[in-house]
């Protein structure tokens, strides 16, 4: 049996018999235990405990944690990380004063994404997000939801969801697929935005209903992309075929995308950077979990999620990157947790439990992933020797992570 033991640990993170969802005042404990060893085997998280208990004998195959924190890795539970190319032209054009719906009405924005990955290989497009979930691992991630939605045509829509399945099947790292074909009209459909709903249910489900190409299905869900009436038929055919709604909700304007999210029993409604009092009470009264997207609320210099009165009246949140080329070309998770705690207020326990338990549930994988509980998969980060937990979000931009182990190997 290949077994691995960390010992000396300086302190277990995310310590867990339980693997629930957390909301409100339960996301502030991060259980620990203080100098302490784990036990892999099998590519499973099989003992831990404090040294003392430990009994083993050193066959070579343990490693010495002296000074450095073992967390469950990352579980970044909203990504677009399969696309074709940057965006940096729009992003200086930004500096200059555009707005990100200036830049989407002069046919920028998804729809350029959407124009190069038209002409892009399955794989060309493979390789490229091949590299970015090598480089989103070495940074503590191990598990991602990837989003097509720079297809917008028939071919793309499902060349892109084929990569996902490709990326699936042979990166360690667990992965869920998205199907976004509603992520903006195609120009093609502008003038009839009813015959690319149409095509989205009679044209893309079926087939990626037939291919099982997707876990879950997702609408932009906002002025001048998605209406809610439109959201709300394009999930209903979706979850006819069995995929679950995640939506991407409140980004832009307040026009009651998270009510409907919640009505439609959504997994989780994502970015909400423009909530109202009515918005709030309707998610934490309710099962589905708020993701919260704060480096692209960086990235577009918009207002942060409220993430002080979503746990204060209850709510499940999860935090993720929204990796993708136009509102946030990073899929680091150690900066998204320093943009909680800094710019939201979140406590260093309240972000790390947000990135890990509660995204995994926001990819309903939280039966075996987020935390560090016997039988759970051995997807672990390593810290370089640090001070405290603290010191991760506060030392942002600096990369605490000394190594990744996913599925009981290190990366
Ligand atoms: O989650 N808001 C919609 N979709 C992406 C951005 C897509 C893009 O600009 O390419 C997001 O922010
Ligand atoms: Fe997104």
């Given at each position: 049996?290949?077994?691995?033991?960390?010992?000396?640990?300086?302190?277990?993170?995310?310590?867990?018999?339980?693997?629930?969802?957390?909301?409100?005042?339960?996301?502030?404990?991060?259980?620990?235990?203080?100098?302490?060893?784990?036990?892999?085997?099998?590519?499973?998280?099989?003992?831990?405990?404090?040294?003392?208990?430990?009994?083993?004998?050193?066959?070579?195959?343990?490693?010495?944690?002296?000074?450095?924190?073992?967390?469950?890795?990352?579980?970044?539970?909203?990504?677009?990380?399969?696309?074709?190319?940057?965006?940096?032209?729009?992003?200086?054009?930004?500096?200059?004063?555009l707005t990100y719906a200036d830049i989407a009405a002069r046919g920028g924005g998804i729809l350029n994404s959407a124009k190069k990955l038209a002409a892009a290989s399955e794989d060309e497009l493979f390789n490229l997000a091949w590299s970015r979930l090598q480089e989103i691992a070495a940074t503590g991630t191990g598990a991602v939801e990837i989003k097509s939605g720079y297809g917008l045509s028939v071919a793309s829509e499902l060349k892109m969801l084929r990569v996902i399945k490709k990326l699936k099947e042979k990166s360690a790292l667990t992965i869920k697929a998205t199907f976004l074909g509603a992520h903006a009209f195609p120009p093609e459909y502008k003038d009839n935005q009813n015959g690319y709903v149409d095509l989205i249910i009679n044209e893309m489900l079926p087939v990626i209903a037939e291919e099982q190409l997707a876990d879950y299905i997702d609408v932009f869900c906002e002025k001048g992309f998605f209406s809610n009436e439109r959201t709300e038929k394009i999930c209903l055919a979706g979850m006819a075929v069995g995929l679950k709604p995640k939506i991407h909700a409140n980004q832009l304007t307040s026009t009651g995308a998270v009510e409907t999210g919640v009505r439609l029993n959504a997994v989780s409604v994502d970015h909400l950077e423009t909530m109202d009092a009515g918005a709030i009470s309707a998610l934490s009264g309710s099962a589905t979990i708020g993701t919260l997207l704060p480096s692209a609320a960086f990235f577009l210099r918009m207002a942060y999620q409220p993430a002080r009165e979503l746990i204060t009246a209850g709510a499940a949140i999860a935090l993720a990157s929204d990796f993708n080329p136009g509102s946030s070309p990073s899929g680091n998770m150690n900066f998204v947790i320093a943009l909680a705690c800094i710019q939201m207020k979140m406590l260093p326990e309240e972000a790390i439990n947000a990135a890990t338990l509660n995204g995994a549930h926001a990819m309903e994988c939280g039966d075996r992933l987020g935390s560090i509980t016997p039988g759970k998969t051995a997807n672990l980060i390593l810290t370089r020797p640090i001070s405290s937990l603290a010191y991760l979000p506060y030392s942002f931009g600096t990369n605490q992570v000394e190594r990744t182990m996913i599925n009981g190997n290190w990366e």
């Open positions: 049996m290949a077994s691995i033991i960390l010992k000396n640990i300086k302190s277990l993170f995310g310590v867990r018999k339980d693997s629930p969802l957390l909301r409100g005042e339960q996301l502030a404990a991060l259980p620990a235990i203080d100098d302490a060893f784990l036990i892999v085997e099998d590519g499973v998280i099989a003992s831990y405990g404090p040294m003392q208990d430990l009994n083993y004998r050193d066959d070579g195959n343990s490693v010495d944690a002296t000074g450095r924190f073992v967390l469950p890795c990352w579980c970044d539970s909203h990504t677009h990380l399969v696309f074709a190319a940057s965006r940096e032209e729009e992003f200086v054009d930004k500096i200059k004063g």
